[in-house]
């Protein structure tokens, strides 16, 4: 299989524990981005890579959470000191590079904060 | 900002019907057009795309036309099949930023019945 993968596929924390996931994206792929769902919405932009430059970050992404992309290739997002309203459902997507590419997404960390 | 509206779900349909999911959308600029599909348990997946007036996307069967004068973009297909069975996300993009910084509606869940 050599779509987007994540890990793990399901978290469930306490609140007030850190978290990361993982995203390994389709290799070759420069761009890669973060998105989260909650429960009846569509997804939300997060943050956005150029290799390894995180060059967009959404005014969602609070001071709590941090993403890196070490030498371009798999991505982490780390949430500390979770709170409830976290609970969402986490998506990275690569692609290419180009205006109007297809963005390809993996299927996601679902995180639940108790 | 830019925002995607579409039609609340579910749509239930019986197979070999004819679908239309309504989608409009409020961009400052000139977005391109986009619908995904997730269907269950996979991630998300680029089903048609427009990227100016006029535009029509086309893929299985689906069809969208990139209506400026409406700001609209609606999904149709003229004969439904039990495996469409998914949820199905409008999205914009503004080219504008230089990157896939989509904004999606919140889904419209269809049901098709044998």
């Known amino acids: 299989d050599t779509g987007v993968s994540q890990d793990p596929r399901h978290k469930i924390t306490k609140r007030g524990q850190n978290v990361t996931f993982r995203c390994d994206p389709i290799?070759?792929?420069?761009?890669l981005y973060w998105y989260r769902q909650t429960l009846g919405q569509g997804p939300e932009f997060l943050t956005y890579?150029?290799?390894?430059?995180?060059?967009?970050k959404s005014r969602l992404l609070s001071d709590r959470f941090s993403a890196e992309r070490p030498k371009g290739s798999f991505s982490t997002l780390e949430i500390q000191r979770t709170e409830q309203g976290d609970s969402a459902m986490y998506l990275c997507?690569?692609?290419?590079?180009?205006?109007?590419?297809?963005?390809?997404f993996g299927s996601g960390t679902q995180l639940s904060v108790l | 900002g830019d925002s995607v509206t579409q039609m609340e779900g579910p749509v239930t349909l019986s197979e070999e019907a004819f679908l239309t999911i309504n989608c409009t959308y409020t961009?400052?600029?000139?977005?391109?057009l986009f619908w995904y599909v997730q269907y269950p348990g996979e991630g998300l997946q680029l089903l048609l795309k427009?990227?100016?007036?006029?535009d029509k996307g086309s893929n299985k069967g689906f069809e969208a036309t990139y209506r400026k004068e409406t700001t609209s973009f609606h999904l149709e297909k003229g004969s439904v099949q039990v495996s469409d069975s998914a949820v199905y996300f409008c999205?914009?993009?503004?080219?504008?930023?230089?990157?896939?910084?989509?904004?999606f509606g919140t889904g419209t869940r269809l049901l098709v019945s044998p």
């Open positions: 997507a690569s692609s290419p590079g180009q205006i109007n590419e297809k963005l390809f």
């Open positions: 290799s070759e792929h420069n761009r």
């Open positions: 890579f150029q290799n390894e430059a995180q060059l967009e």
């Open positions: 961009a400052t600029g000139y977005p391109s």
């Open positions: 427009a990227t100016k007036a006029d």
């Open positions: 999205a914009l993009s503004d080219l504008g930023t230089g990157f896939q910084k989509l904004v």
